[in-house]
């Protein structure tokens, strides 16, 4: 009976092993196929970026937007006739005033 539990136990201990050394052989089968993958999966992306380089223009920085530039307009001639130039007075005395999206208001005439 004592002979018996032993071999048994030395049979588990037999059987414990193998399985042991299997799982470990597996694992390192598993990791060997998740290096190739990772390395063709490195090409793969080399290659694409490679490709992408090529294809795209040289941009450069991404440019900041900014205020719009206040064009000089021409001043219209007074009279009427192409012969005539004569430019408008108005008062040097005060600067324009400006809406809040930037545009100057020219007072009328009549107002001044």
Avoid: W
């Avoid at 136990?9 to 414990?16: G, H, I, P, S, V």
């Avoid at 990772?38 to 294809?55: G, H, I, M, N, W």
């Amino acid at each position: 009976m004592k002979e018996l539990k032993a071999s048994n136990a030395l049979l588990n201990k037999k059987l414990a092993e193998e399985r042991r050394v299997e799982r470990e052989r597996l694992k390192e089968e598993r990791e060997k196929e998740k290096a190739a993958k990772a390395a063709q999966y490195a090409r793969q992306k080399e290659e694409r970026d490679s490709v992408k380089a090529l294809q795209l223009p040289q941009k450069g920085k991404r440019q900041a937007s900014r205020l719009p530039t206040t064009s000089n307009k021409r001043q219209k001639l007074v009279g009427g006739q192409p012969g005539h130039a004569q430019v408008q007075d108005e008062p040097l005395g005060l600067p324009p005033k400006v809406t809040s999206c930037g545009r100057n208001i020219k007072l009328l005439s009549k107002f001044r």
